[in-house]
């Protein structure tokens, strides 16, 4: 599968932005999709992740309450609605695919990534 996300963008500090994340061919619905984020300097680290049927999500703590990561499988798309944005959001955001369940929060256990697209939250 390929995963191209898109949405990112400079935002003041409270604002709020939707990234997406279009996969190509037609097995969207088997892959559990995860949101990713990296600042400079900094290990690749979780944000989200949505199962399947989008039945059930994850989040780090970090954003847990602003960011909500939902899936739509007819246009093979996931998206993640970012509010309440924060300076310490700012990073380059990944989507990721993975065929098997367990070690969702684990970047390495991601068998597919998206190039990135960079948030940016000015304070």
């Known amino acids: 599968v390929q995963l191209q996300a898109s949405g990112g963008g400079l935002v003041q500090a409270g604002g709020s932005l939707r990234l997406s994340c279009a996969a190509s061919g037609r097995t969207f619905s088997s892959y559990v999709m995860g949101w990713f984020r990296q600042a400079p300097g900094e290990e690749r680290e979780f944000v989200a992740t949505?199962?399947?049927?989008?039945?059930?999500?994850d989040y780090a703590d970090s954003v847990k309450g602003r960011f909500t990561i939902s899936r739509d499988n007819a246009k093979n798309t996931v998206y993640l609605q970012m509010n309440s944005l924060k300076p310490e959001d700012t990073a380059v955001y990944y989507c990721?695919?993975?065929?098997?369940?367990?070690?969702?929060?684990?970047?390495?256990?991601?068998?597919?990534w998206g190039r990135g697209t960079q948030v940016t939250v000015s304070s």
């Open positions: 990721a695919a993975k065929t098997s369940w367990g070690s969702l929060r684990t970047p390495h256990k991601y068998d597919y």
């Open positions: 949505i199962t399947w049927s989008g039945s059930d999500t």
